[in-house]
Nanobody
Framework: QVQLVESGGGLVQAGGSLRLSCAAS????????MGWYRQATGEQRELVAT???????KYADSVKGRFTISRDNAKNTVYLQMNSLKPEDTAVYYC??????????????WGKGTLVTVSS
């Protein structure tokens, strides 16, 4: 089993910044893509940003230029730097990882989420 533990959420005023972290631990052979998704109340979960193990990134149009995803492969950790936050960024943010388990099967894991609230 793999555990993804997010941290860094909280309450911030519009225009402010937050940095989310997600650390993966457990039975991991290797991690491929890691990413952040979010789900606002009453909405479907949506992609925010992803990053491959060689640093290729992808962003939702709504966060381009404001959010930056990065990772530390040695620590199995992914980060999301969020700047110029808007009230519409308010959501629970979930970490996700595609990884290879100890028996060399491809697997996927989700964190439990961290709440980001942006006040106007």
């Amino acid at each position: 089993q793999v555990q993804l533990v997010e941290s860094g959420g909280g309450l911030v005023q519009a225009g402010g910044s937050l940095r989310l972290s997600c650390a993966a631990s457990g039975s991991i052979f290797s991690i491929n893509t890691m990413g952040w998704y979010r789900q606002a109340t009453g909405e479907q979960r949506e992609l925010v940003a992803t990053i491959t193990n060689n640093g290729i990134t992808k962003y939702a149009d709504s966060v381009k230029g404001r959010f930056t995803i990065s990772r530390d492969n040695a620590k199995n950790t992914v980060y999301l730097q969020m700047n110029s936050l808007k009230p519409e960024d308010t959501a629970v943010y979930y970490c996700n990882a595609d990884y290879i388990g100890p028996f060399r099967y491809g697997m996927n894991a989700w964190g439990k989420g961290t709440l980001v609230t942006v006040s106007s």
